[in-house]
């Protein structure tokens, strides 16, 4: 039913990348890349170091730039001039590998700040939510914490909550466990897991297979630039179709 | 205390103030400017950042004391406006020191990692709210201790305005000794109190770094 | 703007300019040479065993440089008028002294950086204190501290001018002389603005070369 569903929603995709193609210089680091992302779908990026899976997802906030292609956000086009994009980013949350808390402010202040400056919000309004996404991320207690005195995995469920504060439709997360320590990832998985529950439209970068065995609608991997595979979970898992899958899955999941 | 100091205590003290209000006047508007400057530089701005890269070079290539001369005499002159010795000293003083602020918080904002501007970004801030809320309040912090350092030295250039007949501590001091004609006495007592006022600044410098300063 | 700027009559002073920036030279130089002889004497003194001699370090630098210099040349000039050094060097002593407490705090931390075991090692072959210091860790350190040694260096020029206050002829205090002669107040500081900013610059890019060709030496030898 809800597969359905999702398909019939693939008619108006929320995400839709068209042909991009990105280069630093000489070095081509997306090449051609395309894929739509519909309303409520869970879709994990992965590939090796370098294939550009960062790169992609962040080209979708429009944080990197790129050059040829396109991308729309609930039909508004990212790499326009015209597009206003801190409006647009105000509804994708994005979380980072290296969860980039403000160092300098508290973990409530973190999650009040665009609530106030960029979506103007009162200060008892953003304080309230910042309030309640620390509850749902079960960090009630580290309010007045500064980001030093958390545990990475802490850190990264603030930085959730900071994403969340501005009740995006898009949720975007890059690597988001790859810098934890073992002990600490589950704790940063459950909050997504219970996030895609509730239907939250996703693009997580990951090379945590069973996250992506347990909750994604579809798997697309890269290699060089190219999205190489982009195929539903099952089939992803069962019989990737190229070598390059096949070989990167032996690889990750000897471990 | 000797009473050479004793009876001129006031006078000098008068003096101090003077010096002090210098300096606080000079370390705001001097850091003021040194903001302006380094996110012009750091955020590229075309055109202004050569302005302001020239302005730092020349200064950071010229005495305090030649800037002085030429805020007090060569500006008036070339542009035919009056000025006072006090007026021209602020004026020097903000722009020198500026040009030493400008490149210690331009290294500061160059401390803050990319990816921290992106996920500022990423919630939606404009580029100016990611500079005025996340980069430069971070910047700042780290480096409070070379700000200290730069007001510590800004408070002992004070005693260079007394050449051009500012009344401050060092000007009346030698006022007084001029007088009185017990020049180690009164120059021990004025270079004790420089030095307690320095060490005072910059433990205030070294406490505010403790209490604020992130990683 | 009714002020038309004429550099002839900065031209026809060129001879005075020129004795001036000599001053301005010689007075550097000098200074210069004292403030590295105290520095690296109060800097190592910062790093000795004895406790004794660290605090005396610290309470030098601490005193020293947060004393205006003004202060320290009106000491020499004034305060010991009664020993009739002359104004030169009573710039030097002062320049001297109070950019020695710079110095000392650049050689310290340029100590620092050497490895411990350096030092060990020199002492277990056989070499005395001295000569572990002198032929191990200072030629280490000097590579650390070069760039940090060129801006006290500049520093120093540019603070030379305050010898003109105690009446020494730098180029500083002929520049005022000129003014009064010739009242062409703008052209005359803009010359000697130039002219101290060729001097620190040819001085830090010297230092800065130097530093280069030494590490290329340095690399070159190691890397045979």
Excluded at chain 2, 154 to 171: D, H, P, Q, R, Y
Aim: charged share 15%; aromatic share 8%; proline share 4%.
């Amino acid at each position: 039913m809800a597969a359905s569903l999702k398909v019939n929603a693939m008619d108006k995709p929320t995400i839709v990348i068209d042909d991009v193609s990105k280069a630093y210089g000489a070095t081509q680091v997306l090449r051609h890349c395309s894929t739509r992302i519909a309303k409520g779908e869970v879709v994990v990026v992965c590939g090796p170091s370098g294939s550009g899976k960062s790169t992609l997802i962040k080209c979708i906030n429009g944080l990197e730039p790129f050059q040829s292609g396109s991308i729309t956000v609930e039909g508004v086009e990212v790499g326009s001039p015209r597009t206003n994009l801190p409006k647009l980013r105000m509804r994708i949350g994005m979380v980072f590998q290296h969860f980039e808390l403000y160092p300098h402010m508290t973990a409530l202040e973190n999650i009040m700040l665009a609530q106030v400056r960029a979506l103007k919000r009162s200060r008892a309004e953003a304080e309230a939510r910042a309030r309640s996404l620390l509850k749902r991320v079960g960090l009630e207690a580290k309010a007045n914490a500064k980001p030093a005195n958390l545990s990475g995995g802490q850190q990264q469920r603030v930085a959730i909550a900071r994403a969340l504060a501005l009740d995006p439709q898009v949720m975007l997360f890059d690597e988001p466990t790859s810098a934890l320590d073992p002990e600490m990832i589950s704790e940063v998985l459950d909050v997504m897991i219970e996030l895609a529950g509730e239907g939250m439209t996703m693009a997580v970068v990951t090379h945590e297979m069973g996250f992506a065995r347990r909750v994604a609608d579809r798997v697309i991997f890269m290699d060089q630039g190219c999205i190489v595979e982009d195929a539903a979970k099952e089939q992803f898992f069962a019989a990737p179709a190229s070598e390059r899958a096949r070989e990167f899955l032996s690889k990750i999941l000897a471990h | 205390m000797p009473e050479v100091i004793l009876k001129n205590l006031p006078f000098m003290l008068q003096g101090l103030a003077t010096s002090l209000q210098i300096s606080a006047m000079v370390a705001l508007g001097g850091t003021l400017l040194g903001l302006i400057v380094a996110v012009i530089l750091y955020s590229r701005v075309p055109v202004l950042s050569v302005v302001s890269r020239v302005y730092i070079e020349f200064i950071r290539g010229t005495p305090l004391l030649v800037v002085l001369f030429i805020a007090f005499f060569g500006l008036p002159a070339l542009f035919g406006y009056q000025t006072t010795a006090y007026k021209a000293t602020v004026v020097a003083f903000i722009l020198f020191i500026g040009a030493y602020l400008a490149e210690d918080i331009r290294s500061g904002l160059m401390t803050v990692k990319p990816t921290l501007t992106q996920a500022a970004l990423a919630t939606g801030l404009t580029q100016g709210q990611a500079l005025r809320f996340v980069v430069v309040p971070l910047a700042v912090r780290r480096i409070i201790p070379t700000l200290f350092n730069q007001y510590v030295r800004l408070f002992k250039f004070t005693s260079v305005a007394s050449v051009i007949g500012v009344a401050e501590f060092t000007g009346n001091a030698m006022l007084v000794n001029a007088r009185e004609f017990q020049p180690v006495t009164i120059l021990a007592f004025v270079a004790l109190t420089y030095l307690v006022i320095c060490l005072i600044l910059s433990g205030i410098g070294r406490w505010l770094y403790a209490r604020l300063a992130v990683s | 703007m009714n002020y038309t700027l004429q550099f002839g009559p900065i031209w026809d002073n060129r001879a005075l300019i020129l004795d001036g920036f000599v001053t301005t030279i010689l007075l550097s130089a000098a200074a210069l040479v004292l403030a590295i002889v105290i520095g690296t004497l109060v800097g190592t003194a910062a790093t000795a065993q004895a406790r004794s001699l660290r605090v005396l370090s610290i309470a030098y630098v601490e005193s020293m440089r947060n004393i205006p210099l003004l202060i320290h040349m009106y000491f020499w000039y004034n305060g010991l008028s009664f020993l009739k050094i002359p104004a030169f060097w009573c710039g030097v002593l002062g320049l001297a002294l109070y950019s020695g407490a710079y110095v000392a705090e650049i050689v310290r931390s340029g100590i620092g950086s050497v490895p411990r075991g350096q030092r060990q090692a020199a002492l277990a072959s056989g070499l005395t204190n001295a000569q572990a210091m002198l032929f191990v860790v200072y030629p280490q350190a000097l590579r650390a501290i070069i760039p940090s040694l060129a801006s006290v260096f500049s520093q120093l020029i540019k603070d030379s001018s305050l010898a003109s206050v105690i009446a020494v002829a730098d180029i500083t205090y002929q520049a005022s002389a000129i003014e009064g002669q010739t009242f062409r107040t703008f052209e005359i500081y803009i010359t000697v603005c130039l002219l101290y900013l060729a001097l620190v610059t040819v001085v830090s890019q010297t230092l800065t070369i130097l530093s280069g060709t030494r590490d290329g030496l340095a690399r070159r030898v190691a890397d045979a």
